[in-house]
């Protein structure tokens, strides 16, 4: 079965840090571009980070850039997403997806990407 599995997510309070982890199973992700994506109650998913497949390279929103650091381990065949000094509006689910692509992009349409994880729900709150 081709599928992405998040987890780490949880409760933490503000200031805190959490990192998340996004495995790949029945397919490998060498050749896939990662998104980080979240979706905070009432609102639309938004891209948060991306990591690009041929160089690593990586891509942050402004509202996260300087807190989140986004890897890839292609020899686990995970992805993680780093996040420090969290605060209260970084709450919500938290997505991974995967599209066969080059390089990443926070602009790419999610009906683009080819794979989905399930989420893992992140809230920041003292």
Same mark, same amino acid.
């Given at each position: 079965q081709? *599928?992405?599995?998040?987890s780490?997510g949880g409760?933490? @309070?503000?200031g805190?840090?959490?990192?998340? /982890?996004?495995? &790949?199973?029945?397919?490998?992700?060498?050749y896939?571009? $990662?998104?980080?994506?979240? *979706?905070?109650?009432?609102? !639309?998913? !938004? &891209?948060v980070?991306? $990591?690009?497949?041929s160089?690593g390279s990586?891509?942050?929103a402004d509202?996260?850039?300087?807190?989140?650091?986004?890897?890839?381990?292609? &020899?686990?065949?995970?992805?993680?997403?780093?996040?420090?000094?969290?605060k209260?509006?970084?709450?919500?689910?938290y997505y991974?997806a995967?599209?066969?692509d080059?390089?990443? /992009?926070l602009?790419? @349409?999610?009906n !683009?990407?080819?794979?989905?994880?399930?989420?893992? *729900?992140?809230?920041?709150?003292?």
């Amino acid at each position: 079965q081709l *599928q992405l599995v998040e987890s780490g997510g949880g409760l933490v @309070q503000p200031g805190g840090s959490l990192r998340l /982890s996004c495995a &790949a199973s029945g397919f490998t992700l060498d050749y896939y571009s $990662i998104g980080w994506f979240r *979706q905070a109650p009432g609102k !639309e998913r !938004e &891209a948060v980070s991306c $990591i690009s497949s041929s160089d690593g390279s990586t891509l942050y929103a402004d509202s996260v850039k300087g807190r989140i650091t986004i890897s890839r381990d292609n &020899a686990k065949n995970t992805v993680y997403l780093q996040m420090n000094s969290l605060k209260p509006e970084d709450t919500g689910v938290y997505y991974c997806a995967a599209v066969r692509d080059y390089y990443c /992009s926070l602009y790419v @349409q999610l009906n !683009e990407y080819d794979y989905w994880g399930q989420g893992t *729900q992140v809230t920041v709150s003292s």
